[in-house]
């Protein structure tokens, strides 16, 4: 049957067009019950014939049918294994995807898997459930009453089997007219408590359905202000009164954040619980800017959400005199949100000595989240565990969101527990390949085909090494070094061809599109492609021959490039090498042969080109980096050491540098509007202020107007007698920069391509295509531009590419601040039992609390210095980066003794804490262990360890 619908539409320019839609209706569409014997077979059954829960409302055999608001707001609930049969209809389908894709993409999980029975009855193109919307009809009025009629159509097309049809709804007036109409209805709480041997069903309920229910605190007074209307909030921007930007939360003060909006150079910041309103980190908010006499700076006070006190003060401002900062900036109030960007979070159940209550305060592993307000069953198991909660709502009367529990994860303390939040809160993508993506992989044993000796040149002659850190199995670069007769040397890079085992739109490609990386915590790798690829097929490994994506350069010995190209291979590296192994062949003299040489070559050549990107004003900045020793058998660490750079890693990391400025200019030449580059923005000079500062009070002037300016001052920022402050500005100078990100070339004009820390005009990643997604990205456009492969629609959109370079962007910065929190638990899981002093160096200093850096272990923490104990005056001078306690002066980057340990106290975990030692203050410092204030850079003295109790 066809419908047809006609409306008429006005144009851009003015023109008045008519149009036609054709609607088709089948009225061959199965129902999806196994039992019914009068639908046609046309597609598979799913539903069966009986819950797996009974209900007490519902004693005989039944499906469910859930409107939009049951599939928004209770998607906890569908994926609970107890809840099947359930029939979802098209409509809340669509309307789902319209309004929140990941929502929809969970739905749509939980209706692929065969055990929960969900089926999907297509109701806008069934004859029989198909209606049209009535006239003054509301769209949402439409679909809730299609709903209606689809059950109802259920309801009699099943009544000769005895199955009764249950619509689930929270929306009060769909349920009135659904009971009005001769359907039962019920509210979702009312069924879950309905359902035997469930009770812990009812955690997994939003509450946000359940306002009347969940709390007193909807009797107490209002606390916050009314949010504005998206309307209001729209107007207000569009007239400049209001700006859009997203939330951030201080990671310091929770009583600050601060909003990135275009208006401003600098972030709008946001003082006081009143002026938060509610806003979430990485909400999208609308604020109100105050007049410029309003302006503050951030307090420079670090204080934590450690209150259980719902009549707190809102007014209640971050302590210190913001007023009088030498950083002031843009101040405002958040006056409505936009968007909520709100997702699962990890975390403990506050502890509480009523063991009868049902209501809990959630504290979140991410100490940017506010508290959580939940109702649970089982805070007996749960107190000692960890899990994930859900926020559902904040009420205004509510001094913290609600939410609701979705899971446990284990039990705190377990090594694999603590290594799924970690995963879980910074969204990595961890789960086994799926079956289609194993079905993508080439069958095993498999050796490359005869022709591809034809297509690509064959260097299995060549002598090619790769050099890489101890235990490195996806090994995806390689060199060769070549002396050429005319006194000019033959350089070559080689990369592993992922391309050629991951074909555009496969399984295997979509999956590593979506993980973006590969994710290195420190004592696991998350693949980004199977194993058997990052680590045997495209893993370059030694004696064996391998595809790889070459660029052959001649250079004249002074690192000039005389001639370039790029080409697909076949190679058979000679040896597999560590940073240290191939040092030992660069520095042995006597070692003559065609390895050797080569990697002295390749050294000579990676200096000089060093020095040439130093001297165009190319940064090397620091960042302290440690490696641990881990048990093979208990996997915990055994040791732990700050890594060791040598020769061998400037040598390859100049000739990956190299390679990828080449293979930049290169696609962007060939294809200007759609190639995937990697660009650093420059700083803003406002971002240098502290660093600026700090030098200046140890007598060292920074000029930061450019790069290169940065460069020639960090090159010559030396204090005598303290070679580590050298290695200090240069990981404040870090702090400062933004972040680099990959960019599609259309997209931005060409001014923006460069990098600041690079210093060059164009830059891409070629190198790692194992491990990252964008190189494999450009290895694609690099083949197409030689002739070795096809371009496709979407590598060519440079809307979809842009899409792609925002998720890259996404996953590499999770990556990078996952592998970071693996760094510190594991450090955490060193230090159990020790306490130790060391040697610091002070990092940056607040108002109650200095940032401290162990050079040992390269370990940062924050060590408050106010006790409540204490009588000692303290005295802030923000523009001299100096705190005075008392007769104690403390400076950036003075150098001081603290003590190290675990502290078992802390509610989400044991945590490494540091005290100071030296200087002593009275009521702050603590007695030392052992005390020595040798100079940093001599051999590490061993400390005593003593055990703690």
């Not at 420190?522 to 199977?530: A, G, N, Y």
């Not at 100049?654 to 190639?675: D, G, Y």
């Not at 702090?735 to 070339?745: L, P, T």
Request: aromatic residues 8%.
């Amino acid at each position: 049957m066809l419908k047809a619908k006609t409306f008429v539409k006005k144009t851009k320019r003015g023109n008045i067009i008519k149009v036609v839609r054709e609607h088709y209706l089948r009225d061959d569409l199965s129902c999806g019950s196994t039992l019914c014997k009068v639908c046609p077979n046309l597609s598979p059954a799913k539903l069966g014939n009986q819950q797996k829960a009974e209900s007490a409302l519902v004693p005989n055999s039944h499906y469910l049918v859930i409107d939009t608001n049951v599939a928004l707001h209770q998607v906890d609930f569908l994926e609970d294994p107890s809840i099947t049969d359930v029939i979802v209809l098209q409509t809340v389908l669509q309307e789902v995807r319209h309004l929140n894709d990941s929502l929809y993409k969970r739905l749509r999980t939980i209706i692929e898997n065969s055990q929960k029975r969900f089926f999907v009855l297509c109701n806008e193109h069934h004859r029989a459930t198909y209606i049209d919307r009535e006239p003054n009809e509301s769209c949402n009025d439409r679909n809730d009453r299609a709903i209606r009629v689809a059950a109802a159509w259920y309801e009699e097309h099943l009544k000769h089997l005895n199955l009764e049809i249950i619509l689930l709804t929270n929306d009060k007036d769909n349920r009135d007219k659904a009971i009005k109409a001769g359907l039962k209805s019920f509210e979702v709480m009312e069924y879950v408590r309905s359902l035997k041997g469930c009770e812990n069903l009812v955690d997994h309920l939003s509450v946000q359905e359940e306002k009347d229910n969940v709390s007193t605190v909807h009797d107490k007074k209002i606390m916050f202000d009314e949010h504005l209307s998206l309307y209001d909030i729209k107007m207000g921007i569009k007239s400049n009164r209001y700006h859009q930007g997203k939330f951030e939360a201080s990671r310091e003060n929770y009583l600050e954040g601060y909003v990135s909006c275009t208006a401003y150079d600098k972030q709008v910041l946001i003082r006081g619980l009143k002026h938060l309103n509610r806003a979430v980190h990485e909400d999208v908010v609308a604020i109100e800017v105050f007049p410029k006499s309003q302006w503050v700076g951030a307090s420079g006070t670090v204080q934590l959400d450690e209150k259980i006190d719902e009549e707190e003060d809102l007014n209640t401002m971050p302590e210190g005199n913001a007023q009088n900062s030498i950083y002031v900036r843009p101040t405002g109030r958040v006056i409505g949100i936009i968007k909520r960007n709100w997702r699962n979070y990890c975390g403990v159940l506050l502890p509480t000595s009523n063991t009868e209550a049902t209501r809990h305060i959630f504290i979140p592993s991410e100490k940017r989240i506010p508290r959580i307000r939940i109702e649970t069953r089982q805070a007996d198991v749960l107190m000692s565990h960890r899990i994930i909660v859900s926020i559902d709502c904040w009420p205004r009367s509510s001094r913290y969101p609600l939410g609701h529990f979705v899971r446990d994860i284990g039990p705190m303390g377990d090594r694999d527990t603590e290594e799924e939040v970690l995963l879980l809160e910074h969204d990595i993508p961890h789960l086994p390949f799926s079956k289609s993506v194993l079905n993508c992989l080439p069958k095993l044993p498999w050796t490359i085909a005869d022709y591809e000796f034809v297509l690509r040149e064959d260097l299995r002659n060549v002598c090619v090494c790769s050099v890489d850190p101890p235990g490195c199995t996806d090994i995806d670069d390689a060199l060769h070094f070549k002396q050429l007769s005319n006194g000019n040397c033959e350089v070559g890079v080689h990369i592993a061809d992922l391309s050629y085992f991951v074909r555009p739109g496969t399984a295997l490609d979509l999956e590593a599109q979506k993980r973006g990386t590969s994710v290195y915590l420190c004592d696991k790798r998350i693949d980004m492609v199977p194993d058997v690829l990052s680590s045997n097929l495209c893993s370059l490994r030694a004696n064996e021959d391998r595809l790889a994506f070459s660029g052959i350069w001649e250079m004249t010995m002074e690192g000039e490039i005389v001639s370039r190209r790029f080409c697909k291979t076949v190679i058979r590296s000679v040896a597999a090498l560590t940073y240290a192994e191939a040092q030992i062949l660069i520095d042995d003299k006597s070692r003559t042969d065609q390895l050797s040489v080569g990697l002295r070559g390749l050294n000579e050549l990676a200096k000089k080109l060093k020095q040439r990107r130093i001297e165009a004003g190319a940064l090397t900045l620091a960042s302290p980096e440690v490696r641990f020793h881990i048990d093979s058998e208990t996997h915990d660490p055994i040791g732990i050491e700050t890594k060791e750079l040598k020769e061998t890693n400037s040598m390859i990391e100049e000739f990956m540098l190299l390679a990828n400025c080449e293979v930049a200019r290169h696609i962007e030449k060939e294809f200007p509007q759609c190639a995937v580059l990697r660009r650093h923005p420059s700083p803003p000079l406002t971002n240098f202020d502290l660093l600026v500062n700090a030098a200046a009070v140890k007598g060292i002037e920074v000029r930061c107007s450019t790069n290169k300016e940065l460069a020639y001052s960090l090159e010559n920022a030396n204090i005598p007698g303290d070679p580590f402050f050298n290695i200090l500005l240069r990981i404040v100078s870090t702090r400062c920069m933004m972040q680099a990100v990959y960019f599609c070339s259309g997209m931005l004009p060409e001014e923006e391509y460069f990098h600041y820390g690079l210093a060059v005009p164009l830059y891409t990643h070629f190198t790692s295509p194992i491990r990252r997604y964008p190189d494999l990205l450009v290895h694609r456009l690099l083949a197409a531009s030689v002739g070795q492969d096809k371009t496709y629609t979407e590598l060519l959109d440079r809307n979809i590419v842009h899409e792609w370079c925002e998720n890259m962007n996404y996953r590499h910065h999770q990556a990078q601040l996952v592998q970071r929190a693996s760094i510190a638990l594991h450090t955490q899981l060193y230090f159990k039992d020790k306490c130790l002093d060391e040697d610091a160096y002070i990092l940056f200093v607040r108002r109650n609390a200095i940032v401290v850096l162990v050079r040992r272990y390269g370990l940062e923490s924050t060590i408050f210095l106010k006790n409540v104990e204490s009588q000692v005056n303290f005295v802030y001078e923000e523009d001299k980066c100096k705190l005075t306690v008392g007769r104690v002066t403390l400076q950036m980057f003075d150098r001081v003794i603290v003590q190290i340990s675990v502290e078992d106290c802390n509610i989400q975990h044991k945590k490494l804490r540091m005290k100071l030692v030296n200087p002593v203050i009275s009521g702050v410092s603590v007695e030392p262990i052992y005390i020595t204030m040798g100079n940093a850079d001599q051999p590490h003295v061993p400390r005593p360890e003593t055990a703690k109790h």
